[in-house]
């Protein structure tokens, strides 16, 4: 089967809204109603998030998620528990984003191989080094046709670009700032730095992430790329919600129309 | 000066690739590569340029106070039956080996036109000693210390205050030292043009544990000197270190790692015993895995979360260990032993009332095995003494009278 994210960027190349949210959060059991909330309103793309103790390229509002997903008691084995037949009910693809660390002690392979049967299509590891991937695990992942992303910068070099774009699959994720997620920078400066990658001729899609955060941002972000995804505002509009679907509704509501 | 040796014969030092044996590496997420690929690529000509040496050799000189003596400990020596030196880093100024490590690395980044220094700190020794010399360069300083740590050392954040640093209380996560080190390394992320992270121990993304740990073999190159002096060889039998991270024993280390003939301990904080529950002993409790970039020894939950551990001394409490240590336990090249809260406590009275020196907890649990070693009568034992008690005195005085 040609895998999920392929088959989305085959059928739509602009304005592919990915959302990120945090697994397990707000509460533990809520992993599944947000996704399929995120899916009814109109999400092309949910990036999942495996909460860790130590991550290094969050900021404080996503790590407060994670932090507060592991005191509901989350887990690698919990999430796989939880997406066990979740593709019964949901068809857009799925990432999942975290740190190494809890991947090599799951297994790569278990990992890749697990992510697999339950339907994930994609995993972002923003620690795992270019180098290891290729050597280590890429077979891995080729094997499991489970596709991984990485990450570019403003800072990256053309080469860099070029050779992270050959190795990631599926899409390249750009941050759109040297940020941590969640800081608000002024993205008129990327500018030059988003036309950059518009004229690198990239094999993969795009999508701008970090400091996209309404509509504006968004639309900015879409006029030079495929896409773009949203974390951290995504993250404060269901923290406190009574009513997740509702919550979804009225975000996604604010960025398409 | 030997900072800039070449170790690439060596067994037990860092490859080109950035590893010990399976240890090391950099994993950092893309924000960071371009700011560790610089020093990656930059560190080694600088720190082998002359007048990079010259500058680094008279400050440690005429403002550390270097060389540190070597103190043959007569008293200490009988108690022991073995013939025991101290190497007195303690006398450093800001009373610590930390300041060996902040002087280089300041001088690094003025080589890499940073203008703006940001560390993080534990107990607040690495954080006064970055304090210190951001002063000495007029240069801006930001250290981050985790919000429980700022009330337990409040006089060290004093310190750095009047120095003229800026203390960023870190109030994420469990908010004590690892902690403060994801926010420094967030805010490296945040700040990757003008900004140099002085890391205060041999942990961390390549090129810090072989950075650090090159900038701390000063102790070992002037121990071989004072001891050829004080006993016609320059090898001891023995070299002890406490370690956390393992910063002050690397630099006690490092010049002996391919002397098969010296044994090298190291001393983890056992806390209230390793199986307590209230440990940070590494090597015993860790498993492999990634902690701030490098994959070393951790400990961890089943889940693969960073746990918290613990130990008396805030110098200690680290819940990994640096790429080269976890090599050396793996390898057996040194021996790894724990001495608890209540031992390194009790060292710290007994060489205190034997030799008239209050060491730091930290160095105390260093001392705090030399009961555990079968000595020979005439075997030299060098004991790295770390730095000095005075930051300990509320502990030492809480447990004085129980």
């Known amino acids: ?257 | 000066m030997d900072i800039a040796i070449d170790t690439s014969k060596s067994r037990y030092q860092v490859d080109k690739n950035g590893y010990y044996g399976r240890f090391g590496g950099a994993y950092v997420p893309e924000m960071l590569f371009p700011n560790v690929d610089e020093l990656q690529r930059k560190y080694m000509e600088v720190l082998s340029d002359p007048s990079f040496q010259q500058e680094f050799e008279s400050l440690l000189r005429d403002y550390v106070g270097r060389p540190s003596p070597l103190y043959f400990a007569k008293r200490l020596s009988e108690k022991y039956k073995a013939k025991i030196y101290l190497k007195r880093e303690d006398l450093n100024h800001t009373g610590a080996h930390k300041i060996n490590n902040t002087i280089g690395q300041i001088l690094l980044a003025k080589r890499l036109g940073k203008s703006r220094i940001i560390a993080e700190t534990g107990a607040g020794q690495h954080g006064v000693a970055t304090a210190t010399v951001c002063a000495l360069m007029g240069m801006e300083c930001v250290v981050y210390m985790g919000s429980i740590d700022i009330e337990r050392q409040a006089p060290n954040v004093s310190r750095m205050k009047m120095l003229g640093a800026t203390v960023v209380a870190a109030t994420s996560g469990s908010q004590t030292l690892k902690d403060a080190t994801n926010e420094a390394i967030r805010d490296w992320i945040n700040n990757p043009v003008d900004t140099h992270y002085i890391l205060g121990t041999a942990a961390g993304p390549h090129p810090y544990p072989d950075m650090v740990a090159r900038l701390q073999s000063v102790i070992s190159e002037e121990i071989r000197k004072q001891l050829l002096e004080k006993t016609g060889s320059e090898l001891p039998d023995y070299v002890v270190a406490c370690i956390g991270g393992g910063s002050n024993a690397a630099g006690a280390f490092f010049h002996y790692l391919d002397e098969d003939a010296v044994k090298l301990v190291a001393v983890e904080a056992g806390g209230k015993g390793v199986h307590s529950g209230h440990s940070a002993a590494t090597t015993q409790l860790g498993k492999i895995g990634i902690i701030h970039a490098a994959k070393t020894l951790l400990m961890q939950t089943e889940d693969g979360q960073i746990t918290e551990p613990y130990s008396i001394s805030a110098g200690l409490d680290y819940p990994g260990i640096g790429p080269m240590h976890a090599h050396l336990y793996e390898t057996g090249r040194a021996m790894f032993l724990d001495a608890t809260d209540e031992e390194a406590l009790a060292a710290g009275y007994e060489l205190s009332k034997l030799e008239g020196i209050i060491p730091a907890m930290e160095s105390a649990h260093a001392l705090a095995k030399l009961k555990d070693i079968p000595f020979n009568a005439d075997d030299v034992v060098v004991v790295c003494l770390s730095g000095r008690g005075d930051k300990d005195l509320n502990t030492y005085i809480r447990h004085m009278n129980k």
Not at chain 1, 12 to 26: D, E, R, S, W
Not at chain 1, 206 to 235: E, H, Q, S, W
């Open chain 1, 1 to 257: 089967m040609q895998n999920r994210i392929d088959q989305l960027f085959a059928a739509k190349q602009h304005g592919v809204l990915n959302i990120y949210c945090t697994a397990g959060f707000p509460e533990l059991n809520d992993t599944l109603p947000v996704m399929t909330a995120l899916q009814q309103h109109g999400a092309d793309l949910i990036e999942l998030g495996m909460p860790f103790s130590d991550p290094l390229a969050d900021g404080p509002v996503i790590q407060d998620s994670g932090t507060r997903a592991l005191k509901n008691g989350m887990s690698l084995h919990k999430l796989f528990e939880q997406l066990d037949g979740f593709r019964d009910r949901i068809h857009v693809p799925v990432i999942l984003m975290g740190y190494l660390n809890p991947v090599l002690l799951y297994g790569v392979e278990a990992f890749v191989k697990k992510c697999a049967e339950v339907g994930v299509d994609g995993i972002i590891l923003p620690d795992l080094p270019m180098a290891e991937y290729e050597a280590d695990y890429k077979a891995v992942f080729e094997k499991y046709n489970v596709h991984l992303i990485f990450l570019v910068t403003p800072e990256t070099t053309e080469a860099r670009i070029h050779k992270l774009d050959s190795l990631s699959k599926g899409f390249l994720y750009a941050v759109s700032s040297s940020s941590t997620t969640g800081k608000d920078k002024d993205m008129s400066h990327q500018q030059a730095y988003f036309e950059r990658l518009q004229q690198l001729k990239l094999q993969n899609p795009v999508l701008i992430g970090f400091g996209i955060k309404d509509k504006a941002t968004f639309d900015t972000a879409c006029r030079y790329t495929n896409g773009a995804i949203i974390g951290t505002a995504f993250i404060k509009a269901i923290e406190q919600s009574k009513d997740i679907d509702s919550s979804v509704r009225t975000f996604i509501g604010a960025i398409k129309n």
